[in-house]
């Protein structure tokens, strides 16, 4: 198994892409802590996992995500990989997006990577060992309308990314991003993006619905030790819908 007695946290993993992440790496042998705004739901989540533990964290405060890092430290003595999945999709005409939308989306999914992989670095850099997995979307380089601010922000993630790699290298840490498609995750399901996929698909190279398990995969190979000569990288998974 890749992940074999390795400590990762995921972030946003009570639901959807990144509830199928903690599957995918408590079955390839890691320990998951799943952690999410909603509390119950990570609860639930980690209940479905061998080796699970659940933590209620705001990725956009700090002090929630310091004792997030702190209560996984606490059990497990380390963190060898960070999942930054939690993100608001949203679904905002730009006449509709105003200071109050733009502040909350890049705090959350823009500052909220800033913090909580801010939080791992002192621990993995004392390890000389780390893998951070920030998933990032498509929708960057398709340009998808009524997302502005989601793509600024996960625009905003691929770039800290790239630049983060370049300085943490000498660290023993690899950085790289995924960029998952169009999923039939729940969010998704429950908004408006679920009449695109039609669309979406005809663009596609492979044309069916994607899925949260076909992202998962990506994300276990990049936290693994076999991903370690790749770093600052974007991995588009969208079934051929970008092909960049």
């Given at each position: 198994m890749k992940l074999q007695d390795?400590?990762?946290?995921?972030?946003?993993?009570?639901?959807?892409?990144?509830?199928?992440?903690?599957?995918?790496?408590?079955?390839?042998?890691?320990?998951?802590?799943?952690?999410?705004?909603?509390?119950?739901?990570?609860?639930?989540?980690a209940a479905e996992l061998e080796r699970g533990m659940a933590i209620e964290a705001d990725v956009s405060d700090p002090g929630s995500v310091t004792a997030m890092v702190k209560a996984v430290l606490d059990q497990h003595g380390r963190v060898d990989a960070l999942v930054n999945d939690a993100a608001i999709v949203p679904f905002i005409p730009w006449a509709d997006v105003d200071l109050e939308h733009w502040r909350k989306l890049i705090d959350t999914n823009l500052t909220g990577v800033y913090l909580c992989t801010r939080a791992v670095w002192e621990p993995m850099k004392e390890a000389g060992y780390g893998r951070i997995v920030n998933i990032a979307s498509n929708t960057v380089l398709a340009g998808t309308p009524n997302m502005a601010a989601y793509v600024a922000a996960k625009g905003g993630v691929l770039g800290f990314?790239?630049?983060?790699?370049?300085?943490?290298?000498?660290?023993?840490?690899?950085?790289?991003?995924?960029?998952?498609g169009l999923t039939a995750s729940e969010g998704v399901l429950e908004s408006p993006h679920k009449e695109a996929f039609e669309f979406v698909q005809s663009l596609q190279a492979i044309p069916r619905r994607g899925e949260p398990d076909d992202i998962a995969p990506t994300v276990a190979f990049l936290c693994s030790e076999e991903s370690g000569w790749v770093t600052g990288q974007l991995i588009a998974v969208d079934g051929g819908h970008t092909r960049n």
């Open positions: 390795r400590v990762v946290i995921v972030t946003g993993g009570a639901r959807g892409i990144g509830r199928a992440i903690a599957r995918k790496l408590a079955a390839e042998g890691a320990s998951v802590a799943v952690a999410d705004i909603d509390g119950a739901g990570a609860e639930a989540a990314t790239r630049a983060l790699a370049t300085e943490v290298g000498p660290d023993g840490i690899t950085v790289n991003a995924v960029a998952p």
